[in-house]
């Protein structure tokens, strides 16, 4: 059984973020029904890495987040290390590209990309 939520669950995503997935999606004829598929896995520098990718299968262990049309698919064990993350898009001086502000995280390392708990 797929975990239906709403925008304010566990996982937030930016007004801006959301924008760019739209644009990504467009931009590469990635299939309306696709969701962006979020989690982490084992690696980098500081243990746990983000991982991020389109996807058109949910599984029944999967919760799905849905925000201005576009579906947020997080697999159950990443669920635990992203509760109370938001995921936003920068594109400031400091580089372009998503950001997971991510509350659990005690230890990250320089690039923003792995992340310790």
Same mark, same amino acid.
């Given at each position: 059984?797929?975990?239906?939520v709403s /925008?304010?669950a566990?996982?937030? $995503?930016?007004?801006? /973020?959301?924008?760019?997935?739209?644009r990504?999606?467009?931009?590469?004829?990635?299939?309306?029904e696709?969701?962006?598929?979020?989690?982490v896995?084992?690696g980098?520098?500081?243990?746990?890495?983000?991982?991020?990718?389109?996807d058109?299968?949910v599984?029944?262990?999967d919760?799905?987040?849905?925000?201005?049309?576009?579906k947020?698919? $997080?697999?159950g064990?990443s669920?635990?290390?992203?509760?109370?993350? $938001?995921?936003?898009?920068?594109d400031?001086?400091?580089?372009?590209g998503? $950001?997971?502000n991510?509350?659990? /995280?005690?230890?990250?390392?320089?690039?923003?990309e792995s992340f310790?708990?």
């Amino acid at each position: 059984m797929v975990t239906q939520v709403s /925008a304010q669950a566990d996982v937030s $995503v930016t007004e801006k /973020a959301i924008k760019q997935v739209i644009r990504i999606k467009e931009e590469n004829n990635i299939p309306e029904e696709h969701g962006l598929r979020i989690g982490v896995k084992g690696g980098g520098c500081s243990g746990l890495t983000y991982q991020m990718g389109f996807d058109g299968e949910v599984k029944d262990s999967d919760t799905v987040i849905e925000k201005d049309g576009v579906k947020i698919i $997080v697999d159950g064990k990443s669920l635990f290390y992203l509760t109370g993350t $938001v995921l936003d898009f920068s594109d400031g001086l400091n580089g372009k590209g998503f $950001v997971f502000n991510n509350p659990n /995280a005690t230890k990250t390392c320089g690039c923003g990309e792995s992340f310790g708990v």
